[in-house]
């Protein structure tokens, strides 16, 4: 089967402008996640959705993020304005609806804001 | 302080050797503790899962967790240098994983 798909594999943008991150889950996987890992920190969660509902979105760290997933299909994650402490490497990834484990990550986005 | 600490290595071994990777975690909510593998540029990669205390082994890989000291183990066995990757513990209570922030591995042929 097909992996998790995302793109841009890597953007650069300067402060203020606007970026739109893509991801293609892996058919049939009902639940999608995004997730960031900044310099130097752990990869932390950001939101949750299971078909195009969002269950869990308490690690957005602003409303500068808005997150949606059209049709229960591919997400899109915005950046606007975009700040030099979004620059990070924004992984997204898929899992069938009942497995808690086992999820199955894409290559991520490295988004750097100069 | 952390949920999930992780000693970051790197961690510097001869092609053969034994590895052990260790993660302890402050949570007792947490159920499913995963080990991912992470070459560089790409995704992490799942190794291992284990929902209980105790043991679990795939090949050359095994998974130990005791949650009376919440703490979590991945033992290689005949390391490789195709092994050469970070390595990252990461835990749930529910669909959230929590990550420690990963060792970075190296076996030297």
């Known amino acids: 089967e097909a992996g998790v798909t995302q793109f841009p594999s890597h953007s650069v943008i300067e402060k203020g402008q606007t970026v739109t991150l893509r991801c293609d889950p892996i058919s049939g996987h009902d639940n999608l996640y995004w997730y960031r890992r900044v310099m130097g920190k752990e990869i932390k969660f950001l939101l949750h959705f299971v078909k195009e509902s969002k269950q869990d979105e308490s690690g957005m760290p602003n409303n500068r993020f808005l997150a949606e997933r059209t049709g229960g299909t591919y997400s899109t994650l915005k950046v606007q304005p975009a700040e030099l402490e979004d620059s990070g490497v924004y992984f997204c990834?898929?899992?069938?609806?009942?497995?808690?484990?086992?999820?199955?990550f894409g290559s991520g986005t490295r988004l750097t804001v100069v | 302080q952390k949920e999930v600490e992780q000693d970051p290595g790197p961690l510097s071994v001869p092609e053969g050797a034994i590895v052990s990777l260790n993660c302890t975690y402050s949570n007792s909510a947490f159920q499913y503790f995963m080990w991912y593998r992470q070459y560089s540029r790409k995704g992490p990669e799942l190794l291992m899962y284990?929902?209980?205390?105790g043991n679990k082994e795939d090949g050359r890989f095994t998974a130990q967790v005791d949650k009376s000291s919440k703490y979590i183990s991945l033992f290689i066995r005949d390391s490789q240098p195709s092994d050469s990757a970070t390595y990252l513990c990461?835990?749930?209570?529910?669909?959230?994983?929590?990550f420690g922030g990963g060792t970075r591995l190296m076996v030297k042929p």
């Open positions: 990834a898929s899992s069938r609806m009942t497995e808690f484990y086992g999820y199955t």
């Open positions: 284990t929902y209980s205390s």
């Open positions: 990461a835990m749930n209570a529910g669909n959230m994983l929590t």
